[in-house]
């Protein structure tokens, strides 16, 4: 084993057991060491980006971006055909599926003028399939993998001309369990993927001579031992269009409900069966909350590592997606969440994703997508909202 390798995996011991104490001191984290450092952090970033130029919702491509994608795309591949063989494949990213569960996505009528558009043009109820999911890109107990949970809410039913095709009556929203992308840009994803093929991804953030401090202070300060999937606000970290020249990014924040707490000794699946627990007993409902960019330099489009201040545009509801009581764990269930491809270019022309790291996702969802059905000989599905399964719960 050679040295990277040896110390990536001594970190990653280190980070299993800070995972183990991080519920009891959570909440002094949360409340005394986050806001300083996080305030530490950003200021480090912000200081950093260069001149956006003038203008809200304008795009500027990174030099050699396309490059950058494809050897993104070719890396992550190989790695998809090293660790999965035949019919095995996961996504190779946001791997790990704690369950993909029915929801309703409510669009009310008190939607501010200036939010109504795609949509949230026009109050409605859709359908959704809803993927609660870890980090990736491997899938491991979940006490194992490194706390910072994703969300895709595939809305169906949806009219309207698409971005892309391969779907004609979905729009996709998707989100992390953190306010900042793991990786700012596509230029700094390239290196996290080499390091993921070189089973190294904790040296991406402390390499020397590349080093990624303020990311890694970013993720650690959001990556908590969680007691449930559906007890954390996931935000998009990138932006989107909304309407015509308006960038926004978007959160989905839960109603408290009585939560659990972390099991004394978690299994390898723990949050998935909190899921169904939850989800056997009650509703959940989580709003939807956008938040306009008003300022092109301290709300950058192209860089994921910036939290956009709330005091110079404060998140505003747009919607409210309701996970309502239900079993979701029949094999033929899970058949059917292995085989869902969730793409943010699933997306009405109105919700435009915006940003290199968004406008790579289009050729690296698409093809990685592709691959990884090639891979299981499984056939790329559109749901309908409609599809019924046999109900089966996991909570033992």
């Given at each position: 084993m050679n040295t990277g390798r040896a110390l990536n995996d001594m970190l990653t011991r280190v980070l299993w057991l800070g995972r183990r104490i991080d519920p009891l001191l959570r909440p002094a984290i949360?409340?005394?060491?986050?806001?300083?450092?996080?305030?530490?952090?950003?200021?480090?970033?912000?200081?950093?980006?260069?001149?956006?130029?003038?203008?809200?919702?304008?795009?500027?491509?990174?030099?050699?971006?396309?490059?950058?994608?494809?050897?993104?795309?070719?890396?992550m591949e190989k790695f998809l055909r090293r660790e999965y063989g035949p019919g095995q494949a996961?996504?190779?990213?946001?791997?790990?599926?704690?369950?993909v569960v029915r929801g309703e996505f409510e669009v009310p009528d008190s939607i501010p003028e200036d939010l109504r558009h795609g949509l949230f043009a026009r109050p409605g109820t859709y359908r959704a399939w809803v993927r609660l999911a870890g980090p990736g890109p491997l899938a491991p107990a979940d006490l194992h993998d490194n706390a910072i949970m994703s969300i895709g809410v595939k809305v169906t039913g949806v009219p309207g001309t698409k971005l892309i095709e391969d779907e004609k009556n979905t729009q996709d929203f998707l989100g992390i369990s953190a306010p900042t992308f793991t990786t700012p840009d596509v230029r700094e994803n390239l290196q996290l993927q080499q390091e993921v093929w070189n089973r190294?991804?904790?040296?991406?953030?402390?390499?020397?001579?590349?080093?990624?401090?303020?990311?890694?202070?970013?993720?650690?300060?959001?990556a908590k031992t969680a007691a449930s999937p559906l007890q954390a606000t996931y935000y998009s970290c990138v932006p989107y269009l909304l309407g015509a020249g308006q960038a926004?990014?978007?959160?989905?924040?839960?109603?408290?409900?009585?939560?659990?707490?972390?099991?004394?000794?978690?299994?390898?699946?723990?949050?998935r069966e909190a899921l169904a627990t939850t989800l056997a007993e009650r509703d959940v409902i989580f709003d939807m909350l956008v938040q306009v960019q008003t300022d092109p330099r301290r709300m950058p489009i192209e860089h994921?590592?910036?939290?956009?201040?709330e005091r110079l545009s404060p998140p505003v509801p747009v919607a409210v997606l309701r996970l309502p009581r239900q079993h979701f764990d029949s094999p033929a269930q899970r058949a059917f969440a292995d085989n869902l491809?969730?793409?943010?270019?699933?997306?009405?022309?109105?919700?435009?994703?915006?940003?290199?790291?968004?406008?790579?996702?289009?050729?690296?969802?698409t093809i990685l997508s592709r691959v990884r059905q090639q891979m299981n000989a499984a056939p790329p599905i559109e749901p309908t909202g409609s599809e019924?399964?046999?109900?089966?719960?996991?909570?033992?």
């Open positions: 949360d409340k005394l060491v986050r806001p300083p450092l996080q305030g530490a952090a950003q200021w480090v970033v912000r200081h950093r980006l260069p001149d956006p130029g003038p203008g809200l919702a304008r795009e500027r491509r990174i030099a050699g971006e396309e490059q950058i994608v494809g050897e993104i795309i070719a890396t996961q996504r190779a990213g946001n791997t790990k599926t704690y369950g190294t991804p904790l040296l991406y953030f402390i390499r020397p001579g590349r080093s990624h401090w303020a990311d890694l202070i970013m993720q650690g300060l959001y926004v990014q978007f959160r989905f924040v839960v109603r408290p409900f009585p939560f659990r707490r972390v099991p004394l000794r978690p299994g390898p699946d723990y949050l994921a590592g910036v939290v956009w201040p491809s969730f793409n943010p270019w699933h997306a009405l022309l109105e919700h435009r994703p915006l940003g290199n790291q968004n406008r790579a996702r289009l050729a690296i969802y019924e399964f046999p109900a089966k719960a996991s909570a033992r």
